[in-house]
């Protein structure tokens, strides 16, 4: 039998891969399309609006009560209602929508207390993986004679309007706790002096239809390695959030994470 699930942000550019993507999925149904009421699409077929044929599931503002997971890859605004109903409703929760402030990040926290909830900053399972691999190499080059210096550059489209990308924070974040790195630096201009030891430098490309690419540097005396991961469209994204809302469904209440569905981790976040 199918696991029932709703698209918030269905009208978006991740939510309309995230439908044509279901509807390729024996083992999912889509019963919400949900999007903002004065979105354009609202009323219309998701499926036709996501170009993968008609699905008898027109985009709404509200959802029917019938899901058995939300995969939210909307706007802040759009989670909260997202957390909102999945709370009220004990729905599981797969949270991917990005440039969250400290308050929405405590909703989510405070979700899991009662309901099971996915939440990474990016659904792709080439990153969470690479992400492994980062935490491998900062842990090895801790202690490294001369130091080592880390970069952290991403690459997306020309409408992503947060910056860095959460998945560029959450790398800098492994690689600070690993390393013991503790400073931030977004960008360089002007004379700035020599770059300080305890730095994570940061950088963000806007440009053309660039559906993500994240580089981590870690620049040593007479050597560096670049570790590079790219996604080439937006099903990976996709994907990975649905393997996610399969993932959470058999969930008891709690949070997790990407780390969790690929079988990387222990236990809850």
């Known amino acids: 039998m199918s696991l029932k699930i709703s ?64 995969i939210d890859f909307s706007t802040p605004d759009g989670a909260k209602l997202a957390i909102e109903y999945c709370v009220a409703n004990k729905c599981p929760l797969v949270m991917a929508t990005t440039g969250l402030e400290e308050n929405d990040i405590a909703a989510i926290k405070s979700a899991a207390e009662t309901i099971p909830v996915v939440w990474a900053p990016s659904m792709s399972l080439a990153v969470n993986l690479m992400m492994k691999v980062t935490e491998f190499v900062g842990t090895a080059l801790k202690d490294l004679d001369g130091g080592v210096d880390v970069e952290v550059i991403e690459r997306h489209h020309r409408f992503k309007v947060d910056s860095p990308s959460g998945t560029a924070l959450k ?66 994204y996709a994907l990975g959030a649905l393997a996610a809302a399969k993932f959470v469904a058999k969930k008891t209440a709690g949070l997790y994470n990407m780390f969790d569905v690929l079988g990387l981790s222990d236990g809850q976040v």
């Open 171 to 236: 790398f800098g974040q492994i690689v600070g706790d690993a390393m013991g790195l503790t400073h931030q630096q977004h960008g360089r201009e002007g004379v700035i002096g020599q770059r300080p030891r305890n730095e994570i430098g940061y950088h963000a490309i806007r440009a053309g239809d660039d559906p993500g690419q994240h580089t981590i540097l870690f620049g040593m005396l007479g050597e560096k390695i670049e570790l590079h991961v790219a996604a080439s469209n937006r099903d990976c």
């Open 7 to 70: 698209i918030s942000g269905a009208a978006g550019r991740m939510g309309q891969r995230l439908i044509a993507c279901a509807a390729a999925d024996e083992d999912l149904t889509v019963v919400d399309a949900i999007d903002r009421s004065e979105h354009p699409s609202v009323g219309s077929d998701a499926g036709l609006v996501a170009g993968s044929g008609e699905s008898g599931v027109n985009i709404g503002s509200e959802y029917c009560g019938e899901s058995e997971a939300v």
